[in-house]
């Protein structure tokens, strides 16, 4: 049985995308929302480059590059994991984070949304870092829990395979879709029916 939900930090609990930019700059006008989906299609068939999609942005909002890279190249948190934490998994589950840090990036970010977790394990802070069977182990004895009862969850492969060599349950971010379809199907016990 599952007990506890361990996350990465960067590039899962906090992201970097230009949602935020678009929220600000042309939130409710349609047409600059379907032209950026449009670039963003194009990015990500190969046909404009990351410098074309940004200056595209920065077209949209009538702003200089800069600005549009304050955006995108800076982390924010990831509000729909962070809903999904709130409701589905806070009230069930104990929470973790480990990540490979070199500063604690995770009160800057979250700010308040810190107190979901019941620990935090940062590299920096021990000299550790992910794969290292340590950093995790650290983690489940912080939370009071064996590995089997663990998932953890982290955008890099190694990492995972480095959670899975302690014990542990895992899950390859790719996207929050996939996250919560295949950690539901850990968390969620199977019928007798």
């Known amino acids: 049985m599952i007990k506890a939900v361990i996350f990465d930090f960067f590039s899962v609990l906090a992201i970097r995308d230009a949602g935020p930019f678009r ?6 006008d349609n047409e600059k929302n379907r032209q950026n989906q449009l670039a963003l299609e194009q990015l990500g068939r190969g046909d404009i480059s990351y410098n074309d999609y940004i200056d595209k942005l920065a077209e949209l909002g009538e702003v200089d590059r800069e600005t549009v ?8 948190a990831n509000e729909e994991l962070l809903s999904y934490i709130r409701t589905r998994l806070k009230p069930k589950y104990k929470l973790g984070i480990i990540s490979n840090a ?3 990036w995770v009160l800057k970010i979250l700010g308040k949304d810190k107190q979901l ?5 940062l590299s920096y802070e021990h000299g550790i870092i992910k794969p290292d ?4 182990e650290m983690s489940l004895s912080n939370l009071g829990v064996k590995a089997e009862e663990c998932v953890f969850v982290d955008d890099i ?3 995972c395979q480095g959670a899975e060599r302690v014990g542990m ?3 390859w971010y790719q996207s929050f879709e996939q996250m919560k379809k295949e950690l539901e199907a850990l968390i969620t016990p199977v019928s007798d029916n």
């Not at 890279?69 to 924010?76: I, R």
């Not at 977790?117 to 394990?121: K, P, Q």
């Open 169 to 171: 349950n895992t899950v």
């Open 23 to 28: 929220k600000a700059y042309f939130p409710n």
């Open 157 to 159: 492969l190694t990492y």
């Open 102 to 104: 070199g500063e604690d």
């Open 69 to 76: 890279l304050k955006y995108t190249e800076d982390y924010h």
């Open 117 to 121: 977790f019941d620990d935090v394990v």
């Open 133 to 136: 069977p340590e950093i995790y």
